[in-house]
């Protein structure tokens, strides 16, 4: 289980991502509160991280590594319009967590198969344990 300063982290790093192309629009806003929810993080210290980002906090479990991918892939997809500059973004937050550079650009390759560029969790979770065994 992650504690309250590595939720906040992980918070904050979404939405350092989602503020890539400056604005972020009300469906990623959506997105990133229904995770603040899920975190049990309340809406003034989620409102709180927009003006102040906490520093990122290295998740010791990888398998919440993997989650925590899994949401800023979804969060890079919300608008279906991926930037060259978010790919990059998120292949270099996949490897500041730990993740193998093989399995993040599998999956970055292999997202624009599947509807609406979701990768379902399962599928990404092969991928990860190929790399990882």
């Given at each position: 289980m992650i504690n309250r300063v590595e939720k906040?982290?992980?918070?904050?790093?979404?939405?350092?991502?989602?503020?890539?192309?400056?604005?972020?629009?009300?469906?990623?806003?959506?997105?990133?509160?229904s995770i603040a929810k899920q975190l049990e993080i309340s809406k003034e210290d989620f409102k709180y991280l927009f003006e102040h980002p906490v520093n990122y906090v290295h998740l010791k479990s990888h398998s919440e590594r993997i989650?925590?991918?899994h949401r800023l892939v979804l969060l890079m997809n919300l608008d279906h319009k991926v930037a060259p500059k978010q790919l990059v973004k998120i292949h270099n937050f996949g490897?500041?967590?730990g993740l193998s550079h093989e399995s993040i650009n599998r999956v970055l390759d292999l997202m624009d198969s599947?509807?609406?560029k979701i990768v379902p969790p399962d599928f990404l979770i092969d991928i990860f344990k190929v790399q990882y065994n």
């Open positions: 906040l982290s992980l918070l904050s790093e979404m939405i350092a991502f989602a503020q890539t192309d400056e604005n972020i629009k009300a469906i990623e806003y959506k997105f990133l509160y989650v925590q991918f490897l500041r967590m599947f509807p609406n």
